[in-house]
């Protein structure tokens, strides 16, 4: 062993010479106790910084827990409040096409916020927000959180209108739900959140539904078995529907027609005006009758068949050439159909429609008649959809009649058109528009 003059340690005789030689590096047999101690200081602060770091990140794992965790939570409550909303909306919009719809749309009652058809409104909205849970619980929706109001389908960008006016209908429902404090579905509660001083949040959802009547069009293929082969003057249609005589009702329990008032008038679809129709419907035309669609004229067995089973489309092509029958172009301008037809109504057919008492069908409506040959040409302007009340065609012509009563209308085949005539709540559809 020797010592290394410059380092002052004590080097083998190999490692001596390894390093005389320039291939071996001084490798130190002992160090100072300084040395040592700065070391140890070294490690502890280095786990003094670990420490920090770890507590620092876990702070943040933390907090960005507290963040995902309650975050999804309110956009749960969101997405369950707005299909509360949605469901709600629509429930509260189907009341208008009812009863107490129609005969508000057709003037024939005042709107009244606390009237039947508001009363209805709010039930039905009420009752399908409870259907439908957020978080676990059922959606209250208080009336105060069921707006009405007029909804312009030709300029959706509007807000609604809450003016109800002889030209102007509430057509519209605004539903809002909430989970907020101090109302009856409460606030969203956190989970993690209380870390920044947070136990609670809130969150709402709003939807509004609206019935558009604008009525333009019926597709046949799409509502089979509706459509039967009458039609009525439209001046005389409006007539009877605005002041004509109620003595029917239909109870839906039983699915049944009973003499009686329910306040919705009826429409005599045969016969009227004895001998020749009225100047607005044509003249020398006779009574008004049974349509010939896509069958021979006195064709009863297919008149039959079409009244027991709906006009089909390959009746409705045969005669017009579609069965997708638009009344309004994109403007707004009408378009007519021209069908032949019979100004009687066969006895034979009685059993056909007694079938149908209480069944909605649809029927035409025209605003010309005209003789041609031993056929009427009726000018077909547009469609309404009625029960089929009472049919008496026995004894003289003065007892015969086939009565109908309107009812709003909605389902498959029917389209709209904003730029269409309002049908005053008789047909229509109802859909989400914001």
Partial sequence: MSRNRNSGRFLSSAAQRGFARGRVAPVAVRQ??????????????????????????????????????????IYTAR?????????????????????????????????????????????????????????????????????????????????????????????????????????????????????????????TARATAAMDDHFTGYDVSDGPGVVVPFSICQQEYDTQFASGLDQWRYIPESDSVLPGSDGVHEVRLYPYGQGNLTSACGSNAGNFGTLNIGIPNQGTTGLYDQILNGVSSADLISEVGTDNLVFNNAQGAPITYEMSGNPGLSSGLSPAVEARIGDVVGFFLHSGATLQGSNVIYTIVGMRFGRVMHIDLTGSPNNKRLVIQPVPFTGPGVETNPSAPSTNGQVGVFSLVR
């Avoid at 910084?49 to 995902?68: E, M, P, Y």
């Avoid at 739900?177 to 993690?192: A, C, D, K, M, S």
């Fill in 32 to 73: 100072p106790q300084a040395v040592h101690a700065a070391a140890r200081v070294v490690r502890k602060r280095a786990r003094g910084l670990v420490a920090i770091q770890v507590a620092v990140t876990l702070t943040v794992l933390i907090g960005a827990a507290a963040l995902t965790v309650d975050v999804a939570h």
């Fill in 79 to 203: 997405g369950e409040l707005q299909r509360a909303a949605d469901s709600a909306a629509l429930a509260g919009t189907s009341a208008y096409l009812t009863d107490a719809g129609l005969l508000y749309a057709s003037n024939q009652a005042a709107w009244s916020p606390t009237g039947p058809l508001a009363t209805m409104i709010d039930e039905r909205a009420q009752s399908y927000s409870l259907m439908n849970h957020t978080l676990g619980a059922v959606t209250h929706l208080p009336g105060d959180d069921i707006v009405k109001g007029f909804y312009d389908f030709a300029h959706p960008e509007l807000p609604l209108s809450f003016t109800s006016s002889l030209t102007q209908h509430y057509n519209a429902v605004q539903v809002t739900t909430r989970r907020q404090p101090n109302t009856p579905n409460g606030p969203v509660p956190y989970f993690f959140a209380f870390i920044f001083g947070t136990t609670q949040g809130s969150v």
